[in-house]
């Protein structure tokens, strides 16, 4: 059980930076910036798919939490955010990297995961528009009343400060809650689960991704690189995995819970189609 406590505060330590600059930025272009400025700023992402693609590619699952609130404020698209959660890397590289895999292996993966990300965000920008919001965004004021903290009414970096912490808090307990669950499960409970069955494998370890824990892409990583997971399934379980970027999502658009379903819903199936399209054609790395 401290491991399981210590691992959730590491989790959660490394989201740290992330969250703070991004609520600092948000505060200064909330404050200062004015409407037409914020207008042709979320107008202004026609390329926004492939940028988010490309630094969801870092090794952290920082930029997702990011990319989630900066999509509640309706600064980036869906089809941006969609692109960084399914080219998130999260902990698959030092993994990768730790347990000599070999690079051949590596870039395949990331290059996998990076035309996935840009391709299906570009669909979903400029072809199927499944996301036709009101235009509403989820302001940094309206997350001050609702959590009572009146932090609206402090300086730039208080206000970043105390809207970090709070996330942070509610990371950390939904962390501690799924390390706790994945502990008692066991790994080889979830290699046994998943193994190399085609179809059922990429579909099974989809839904293990998209665990908003760090613990996913680790647990995946280690059972495809034992053997014990198709390429078809381990890509299917890393593209669904987008770290904490799902709970932020959940926790900060929680007023558009239809569109955060979507987004659920379209992260999965691509996630799974993908993966089921490489075991049938088997196509292994």
């Known amino acids: 059980m401290a491991d399981v406590i210590l691992d959730a505060l590491l989790d959660t330590l490394k989201l740290l930076p992330f969250l703070f600059i991004t609520y600092f930025i948000l505060e200064i272009i909330e404050r200062k910036a004015e409407d037409g400025s914020l207008k042709l700023v979320r ?5 926004g798919p492939v940028i988010g693609s490309v630094l969801g590619l870092v090794p952290q699952c920082g930029f997702s939490a990011s990319a989630s609130n900066l999509y509640a404020q309706r600064l980036i698209s869906a ?6 959660f399914l080219s998130t890397s999260d902990e698959m590289l030092p993994i990768m990297i730790s347990s000599a895999a070999a690079p051949s292996v590596i870039i395949k993966v990331l290059a996998t995961k990076l035309v996935a990300g840009i391709v299906v965000g570009l669909l979903v920008d400029k072809v199927f528009r499944f996301f036709k919001h ?15 903290c009146h932090c609206e009414e402090r300086g730039i970096l208080v206000s970043s400060l105390l809207h970090t912490l709070q996330i942070a808090a509610f990371i950390l307990i939904i962390t501690f809650l799924l390390n706790t669950i994945i502990h008692y499960i ?8 998943i193994l190399n069955r ?3 494998g ?7 991704g998209l665990i908003p824990n760090c613990a996913s892409s680790i647990v995946i990583t280690e059972l ?3 053997g014990a997971m198709s390429t078809g399934a381990m890509l299917s379980g890393l593209l669904a995995a987008s770290g904490v970027g799902l709970l932020v999502l959940f926790r900060i ?5 239809a569109e955060n379903l979507k987004l659920l819903c379209v992260l999965y199936a691509a996630s799974v189609i993908i993966g089921i399209c490489f075991d049938l054609l088997r196509i292994s790395f």
């Open 202 to 208: 990429p579909i099974i370890a989809a839904v293990v």
């Open 79 to 84: 089809g941006t955010l969609l692109a960084v």
């Open 224 to 226: 495809f690189l034992s």
């Open 198 to 200: 085609p179809i059922i």
């Open 43 to 47: 107008q202004s992402g026609a390329w």
């Open 253 to 257: 658009n929680k007023r558009h819970m």
């Open 186 to 193: 066991g790994e080889d409970t979830l290699a046994g689960i």
């Open 134 to 148: 009101s235009g509403e965004t989820v302001n940094l004021h309206e997350i001050c009343e609702q959590e009572h």
